[in-house]
Structures are given as C-alpha cells and as structure tokens.
C-alpha cells in the first residue's frame, strides 16, 4: 500500500468509533458496541442504556411537543408506543428538532393501532403545518388598502405573494374541529360533525392561527400560492364548489394575512 | 443614494445592533420561554441568559422575538449542542453557516460547544455521545473547533462532557485531551462541574484530581446543574446528567473549590426538563450569585499568576 494510502486507511480505521457506536443506539436487540466498556473492565450494558434511552425518550419528546393534540386524543401511553416506533424507524437527518416529524403522519396513517382513528393523521399534518408556520419568516401582511389600489379591471390579472407562515391543509375529516378542540387545555365536547375541512394554517404576528375555511376557500388560496392568477384561481375553485363566494374569500383571507404584496398583471 | 445616506448605511452595517452588556462575574440561568412574562417584569436585571443555539434557527417568529427582546437587556451566551465537533465526520456546513448568523445576529457574551458528537452519516442522534481520547481524535476535533472559529471569527469555550463509558483504545486522559486542544486551537473552555462530579462518580474517579488538572486560567464560563441516579450492571451507583433538579450539595461544594481559586467566572444554572416556576431556577442562579460575590474581592487567580 502507498503511504499515504496507508495513513488515510489508518486514519479512517481510528475514526471508527462513530461507526461503531451508532448501530444499537435505536435498535435493543443488538449487542452492545465492543469498542466500549465500563471503567476497570466493567461491562458496559446498562452504561451504554443511557445512551439508548436519551436518544430513544427524546426524540418521542421532541413529537411529542410537536404533536400535542395528537397525544391527547390518543392517550400518553398509546402516543409514546406509536412515537417509539417511528423514532427506531425514521430518526431526524436535521439537528433541528422542529424539522423532524414530517414524515410522521404518514406513519400514524399506516400505523395498525390507529386504523379506528381515520381522522388522527389529519390532526398531525396540521400540528406538523402549525410548526412551520411558527418558525416561519416574519413578515408583514397585505393590507386591505395595498389590494384596493388595483383598479378593478386589473383584478382578475392580479398575482399574490403569499405569507411564509401560510398553509394549507385539506381534510376529508372534521380535521380542524377536531384539533382545535384538543390544542387547548379545555374539555373536549362531543364533535357532531363527520364533514370535511379546510384549514389554514397562518402567523401574521406572534400568533399562530388555524381557521376552517369556507367552501372552495383551500382551492382559491391553494391556486394563489401556487402564483395563478385572482381571475384564474377564483374559476378554479368554482369549477369545484358552485356555492363559492369570491367577496367573503377574498375578505377572509386578506384579513387573515394569507399575503404579502399584490401585482396587477401588466 | 446621496453622500450621507451612504455613510449612515454604512455605520449602520458596522454597528452594533444591542448594548454591550458585561458578562463578567454574573450567574445566569437558561432562558425558558415558559418564564418569559415572569423575565420581562422582573426589575432585577442583574444576571444573563444562555440558550441552545438551535432552538433559534428557525426563519423568524416568536423565538427570535423573545431572543431580541431578552438581549437588549441582558448578555446572552450562545451554546450549539449539535455541531458535532467530537464527531468523526466532517461539520456540517450549512448548520455552522446558520450558526455564524446567529453570533452575527445577537452578539453573544459567550459562545460555546461540546466535546461530543450527535450526527453519524446522516442520522442526528440528540445525544451528546462520547469519543475515544487518542492522537487521530486529538487532530479531528482541534480541527473542527478550528473550522468554527474561523467561521465565527471569534474563540468557543468547549465544554467537558458527562460520559457512561469507556474507549479501551484511548491513550490520554479527557483533562489531557483538553489541554492540547486548548493549546492547539487557541480555544476557551466552559467548565461543567456537574459533569466532572457525574463522570468521576460513573468512573470510579476523582472529581477533585480531575479539577486539579483542568487548565482552570483558560475557564469563561461555569456549567452548574441538577444530576439523577441509577445503577450500572455491577449495582454500583450511576450518575445520569439529567438537568432536571437542583443542583447536588457536592456539586455547590466543588463550584465553590474552583471559584475560590481561580476566582468568579460567569456561571450558568442549566434546569432543561421538569422545568420550574421561575422563582425557584432564580434562587439557584441567586446562590450561585453569592459564591460569585463572596470571591469576588480575592482575585486569587492573579495571585496564583504572580507568584509564579
């Protein structure tokens, strides 16, 4: 072998230690690394729990703070036996902790002890929406008197820039009754509803807010993200809900700060 | 742009966004953001506040809002917990670039990391996980702390680590680590007492001949924190650094043996799970306050210099 070859080999063969500590960490049923022990030839296994146990309890904490509704409506038990599985299946790729759990309420979707809860993965996607939209950009909304310079007949050309803390999520559930009511702390009403629901997920200050939105509003708000024009995205969501009503939308969502800055397509 | 909107821009892209508090001699406490209103109508604004770096690296929103709001009052130190300088791969750079533009931002009093590592190829672990100490080790780590100080333009302290384990392959001792790195990389170091107590207690060591060979003159900043208890395989007790108490009577008690010989150093009250009401993690940063004042006058650290 070249020397350098060999140095670099060495090197690397040196370096192993992460390699060789990282595989039992989410998987209890390997042994422990050889590359450790306890001091004066002391075994390492309860040692080398620790270890498992931080990484293992707190990343279920670190969904657990993201998803709190989720976790009430499931139960502390059921919510952390759930998390346990997806934390040894899908660890985090980022060291920020508020970009983990996207993948999360796919898993609650396919996961075989909440088939009875159609409407919990739902729940998750708009906990996971409301986080983003948290750590969002900070900007300032569209005011109402920004939009009444253009002049009516540029309307229907105009192109929006939406929020950075805007979503939106589309349920066939009774997502959005069935999260507010368990985001808070206060009793948990009966949900009469079984209709679907749009949500909007926005922070225009220091709140972040999750609204329901009127028939058609997610196909409207959805097309304007998406940088289609008012003319075009109000066709778009009556095409799909006949009882659209353009004048509430359009009030609903500039009062909600869905956008930034408006342009009369010319 | 005219002449003088010129100028007053560029004053502006050199000027320092917050006042220049001092950090020197306080005790402070980990801000929470649960004990935010109780902060801001507090009068007392002796004191600083430490966060995690990540917890700010978001694009904006009530986090940075709060950052804002605390720095204009008070210093604040900055410490990353996940850059992985311990780790056996290269640093991420785009977590050190986002970590460059929170110094940039808020001008921290502090700034600090760990001797650990939590990120092995792809997959972020959330633990500060513990390396062997040897010669390769030696040469990754000094050049990682290298990398982050010249992106930050700016020295970190390097925090000693709480470990459970041992390397069989290691061939220098953690305090003999530390000194080379300090030596070669020009860094500060950040003291976790807590830390020296748990790892001496897991390994059968001495926490006291641990300090005794600390290169104490290069300390700036002081971890103290809450410890649990558990049992290792042998039944013998088991320390886990688990910030989530007060902090242990022999910890007080070997915070007080390194004050009253270096002299006071900024000191930090950790307090990360089963969060108290404010008042209670203000009293200990207050008792940490009193040792800090008591040796205060008796700069015995100069002494120690001039008698050399």
């Known amino acids: 072998m070249h020397p350098v070859e060999h140095q670099l080999y060495s090197l690397k063969d040196r370096l192993g230690y992460a390699a060789d500590f990282t595989p039992a960490l989410l998987d209890p049923d390997r042994a422990p690394p050889a590359v450790i022990s306890g001091p004066n030839g002391k075994t390492a296994g309860k040692r080398y729990n620790v270890y498992r146990n931080n990484v293992t309890v707190g990343l279920i904490n670190a969904l657990a703070a993201t998803f709190p509704a989720t976790k009430r409506i499931t139960g502390e038990d059921f919510f952390r036996a759930m998390a346990r599985f997806h934390v040894r299946a899908t660890p985090p790729t980022s060291p920020l902790l508020f970009e983990y759990g996207y993948d999360f309420p796919d898993f609650i979707e396919r996961y075989e002890y909440a088939q009875d809860m159609p409407w919990l993965a739902d729940v998750a996607r708009i906990e996971r929406a409301w986080l983003d939209s948290y750590h969002a950009a900070d900007e300032k909304p569209l005011t109402p008197q920004a939009l009444a310079t253009i002049l009516p007949e540029q309307l229907v050309d105009a192109t929006l820039t939406p929020h950075p803390s805007a979503r939106i999520l589309r349920s066939r559930f009774p997502a959005v009754s069935i999260f507010a009511a368990n985001r808070s702390e206060g009793p948990v009403g009966r949900i009469q509803s079984s209709e679907p629901e749009d949500a909007l997920i926005i922070r225009p200050g220091s709140e972040v807010i999750v609204r329901h ?42 009062e909600a700060g869905v956008f930034t800055t408006a342009s009369h397509g010319d | 742009m005219n002449e003088l909107a010129t100028h007053l821009a560029a004053r502006a892209s050199t000027a320092s966004r917050f006042p220049a508090h001092s950090i020197a001699s ?117 050049n990682h702390i290298d990398q982050v100080q010249e992106e930050i333009r700016r020295p970190i302290l390097l ?72 049992s290792d395989d042998e039944g013998d007790l088991l320390l886990i650094d688990s910030h989530d108490g007060p902090v242990a009577d022999a910890v007080w008690k070997l915070f007080e043996i390194v004050i009253v010989q270096s002299g006071p150093i900024p000191t930090l009250v950790e307090w990360d799970s089963a969060i108290p009401e404010w008042p209670i993690l203000k009293a200990e940063a207050a008792a940490a306050q009193a040792i800090l004042d008591h040796y205060s006058h008796t700069s015995v650290r100069g002494i120690a210099n001039a008698s050399r």
């Not at chain 2, 590592?117 to 500060?128: A, E, G, Q, V």
């Not at chain 2, 390994?203 to 005794?212: F, K, Q």
């Open chain 2, 159 to 230: 925090e000693n680590p709480s470990t459970y384990v041992v390397f069989p392959q290691s061939t220098m001792s953690e305090t003999d680590f530390i000194r080379k790195l300090v030596k070669r990389t020009g860094c500060g170091l950040l003291l976790d007492v807590n830390n020296v107590f748990v790892s001496a207690t897991n390994h059968g060591s001495s926490a006291l001949s641990y300090l005794a060979n600390f290169p104490l003159e290069h300390v700036g900043e002081i971890h103290l924190a809450g410890h649990a208890e558990q």
């Open chain 1, 213 to 254: 939105l009127p028939p058609g509003g997610a196909v409207f708000i959805s097309h304007l993200m998406a940088g289609e024009t008012l003319g075009i995205s109000a066709a778009a969501a009556l095409n799909d809900y006949p009882d659209f009503d353009l004048s509430v939308n359009i009030t609903g969502m500039i």
């Open chain 2, 26 to 142: 306080l005790a402070g406490t980990s801000l929470k953001h649960e004990h935010l209103p109780s902060i801001l109508v507090d009068d007392n604004k002796r004191g600083f506040f430490e966060v995690h770096a990540e917890n700010y690296m978001g694009a904006g929103g009530p986090p940075h809002q709060a950052l804002t709001r605390i720095r204009r009052d008070y210093p604040v130190s900055l410490h990353g917990v996940c850059m992985s300088i311990g780790g056996a791969q290269p640093l991420d750079k785009t977590h050190l670039g986002r970590f460059k533009a929170l110094v940039d931002r808020y001008e921290p009093a502090l700034v600090s990391e760990h001797l650990a590592w939590s990120t092995h190829n792809s997959t972020y672990f959330n633990d500060l996980l513990p390396l062997p100490y040897t010669p390769a080790t030696l040469a990754r780590v000094a």
